[in-house]
């Protein structure tokens, strides 16, 4: 039966979220750092599981659940069309939240579920306060004997607007302490590298506005942290992993020793995508050979004047920025770009977040978003750049088109669709004027993972390419 379909979670909802949870992990609500990470931007977990069960409780006939068993099986980035689907197994309701066909998060429902009393112990009081703060930045070894509880400091015609008839049912308290599950999660332990993976929790009778917290099982990085939890009318265990901070490009003082002094100084180049990643990289390459650098971004805006100030500070050259979108109306800011700017040589490196699909069926939506960067846009701008036989431009694809990675098919179809781009303008003015280079893995926000796939230090890939141009 399916309970909901087509709703999608927006920015706005990811806000008022945060004000009544208090959970302002800047994965959730800051796109600009989201797009840092392998995730991109993604609901909070316990949005959609309060969400879920306040449409299975918008039924009367619907029983009032004693237990709820969760499995966050994948992140659901905003903006995305979900549908809840209910079943019915042995008296517990079985809900699937789908993205589309996958399910990217499992809720078992039981009923009359009993439970034993539960003598609580004083511990280490956390921050109440549910205005916006910075989440904790932990290390794996401050999880390990967590002991502390969580005072809840929730607005009661805030949680009852947003999720009412789970507020009915289960009443205002218990609610909140759902939420406060978030908060810990992502504002405390593991805080702001986290991933809430799952959790079991059973209602009981208590009426204090207190959880308390502790850690059950701690092992090994690879292996989600499990904690207890017990207060605010519910007791539990709840799963969460550490994730690994944001891969980070090499710095300035590390990339000048391993280039001459003026070898690139003859380029003045172009790098649409510059403010992260492999542009960002090229930046720092270019201007440490006395190169001038012109790097676009589409939201980092702080990150793209990062990247120009710490260039500024150890070499004396050129370094501006510039903003584009190529989502929309972009082809008279590039047109600009290359007018003004005279470049001679362009990168390109701007990308949307590359995701998984690990079925069989081509995913439309998502291969739509890749070929509006990878074929679109990117053809526009060589269009632009055929016009100057002297601009060279340069595109990177990827190895995963020879390895048949079945699991990035969209993504390898639209790198594809920029190579053919650049052999057409090649062979239409017979000039090999558009190089394409199938770069391996290297380490970048982008191809981080939770479990460190092997990768390689993109420094020394990217200034070979760069030299052979």
């Known amino acids: 039966m399916i309970l909901v379909n087509n709703y999608s979670f927006t920015q706005d909802d990811q806000i008022d979220f945060s004000k009544v949870s208090g ?8 796109p600009v ?37 969760t499995s966050f099986i ?13 079943s019915w197994r042995n008296d517990e309701a079985l809900l699937n ?27 280490k009081k956390i921050n109440a306060d549910i205005s916006p703060k910075r989440s904790h930045e932990r290390t794996f070894e401050d999880l390990k004997n967590i002991n502390c509880e969580l005072v809840l400091r929730n607005s009661t015609n805030d949680v009852f607007n947003k999720f009412q008839y789970c507020v009915r049912r289960l009443g205002l308290l218990r609610v909140a302490g759902m939420m406060g599950l978030s908060k810990f999660v992502g504002m405390e332990y593991p805080g702001l590298h986290s991933l809430f993976s799952g959790f079991e929790l059973f209602f009981i009778q208590t009426h204090d506005e207190i959880i308390n917290f502790k850690t059950l099982r701690y092992s090994i990085p690879l292996a989600p942290v499990r904690f207890s939890f017990l207060g605010a009318g519910m007791k539990g265990n709840l799963d969460a992993f550490l994730r690994l901070p944001p891969a980070a490009q090499d710095t300035m003082k590390n990339i000048k020793p391993l280039i001459e002094k003026n070898e690139f100084s003859n380029q003045n180049v172009l790098i649409i995508g510059g403010s992260r990643g492999l542009g960002e990289l090229t930046a720092k390459i270019i201007a440490s050979g006395g190169g001038k650098v012109h790097i676009t971004y589409s939201l980092g805006e702080l990150d793209a004047q990062n990247v120009c100030q710490e260039i500024m500070e150890e070499s004396p050259v050129v370094c501006s920025t510039h903003q584009i979108n190529l989502k929309e109306n972009y082809k008279e800011t590039l047109k600009s770009l290359i007018y003004l700017l005279h470049p001679t040589h362009i990168y390109y490196f701007a990308s949307p977040q590359i995701k998984e699909n690990k079925y069989s069926k081509i995913n439309n939506q998502l291969l739509k978003e890749y070929m509006i960067f990878y074929s679109e846009a990117f053809n526009y701008l060589c269009e632009l750049a055929s016009k100057h036989s002297n601009i060279k431009v340069f595109y990177p694809s990827t190895v995963y088109i020879n390895g048949n990675n079945n699991n990035f098919k969209e993504y390898c179809l639209a790198k594809l669709a920029g190579e053919k781009v650049c052999e057409f303008f090649n062979n239409k003015y017979n000039r090999k004027q558009f190089i394409y280079r199938r770069l ?19 420094t020394n890939t990217l200034l070979n390419e760069i030299r052979k141009l």
């Open 23 to 30: 959970d302002w992990n800047p994965i959730h609500v800051d």
């Open 440 to 458: 391996p893995k290297v380490k970048t926000d982008q191809t981080q993972s939770l479990l460190q796939s092997s990768s390689i230090l993109a």
């Open 97 to 123: 939240v789908k993205d589309e066909e996958k399910i990217i998060t499992f809720i078992r429902l039981s009923f009359n579920t009993a439970l034993m009393p539960t003598k609580k112990v004083n511990q």
């Open 33 to 69: 750092f989201a797009r840092r990470t392998v995730y991109g931007q993604v609901v909070h977990g316990m949005h959609i599981v309060l969400f879920t069960l306040d449409a299975f409780l918008r039924r009367q006939d619907n029983p009032t659940p004693s237990a709820i068993y």
């Open 74 to 86: 994948s992140p659901l980035n905003l903006n995305k069309n979900i549908s809840i689907e209910v």
